[in-house]
């Protein structure tokens, strides 16, 4: 068998491995290959966390639109959308958004925080450091990022949790054995 002969039956073996319906790819063409449709799609609302975390916020209201689309407006894809306006500066939609998000009462913590922070960016403090308390709450204290927040919310508010006004002196006494308790001294 000539080197032609065998290099025509390797092309033609080789053609008949692509799998049976696969799009067919231009080499010469500079525009990219279509879309495989026999396989699912990723869930839309995988794809906006994912677009959310890398900051890709307008990717992420496609994705979030799309899934709500297919799935139906939840509260974790209004959450989303929120998130998302909010990352695009939006404030108006991504508070009306968010807001119904936390109407579920299984809304993320996260999503009371965001709430939360949009409501100080508008100079709403006494209302935004309540959500953030709500947040705090619903994450048992234990979201680095909410309770920083909420720090920074208390300051803005001027609430430190000491007040000098009422400071008192305080003694330790020993009331029983092993029981102690707070008195206050009489000058």
Known sequence: MSRAARAALVCLLMAGCAAPGAPKIDKSSPFAPGVDRRKEAVD??????????????????????????????????????????????????????????????????????????????KGEVPEGVETLRRAFALSNGQNDEIRDNLRMALAMQGETGYDPELQQDLDLVQSEKGRYRLTTQFP
């Open 44 to 121: 839309g609302t995988v794809v906006g966390n994912r677009l959310l975390a890398a900051k890709q916020y307008e990717l992420a209201l496609d994705a979030y639109t799309r899934a709500a689309a297919e799935q139906g407006v939840t509260p974790e894809i209004l959450a989303g959308l929120g998130a998302a306006n909010l990352g695009l500066g939006r404030l108006g939609q991504a508070e009306s958004q968010l807001r119904k998000a936390v109407a579920d009462e299984n809304a993320a913590p996260e999503t009371w925080n965001n709430l939360g922070m949009l409501l100080i960016d």
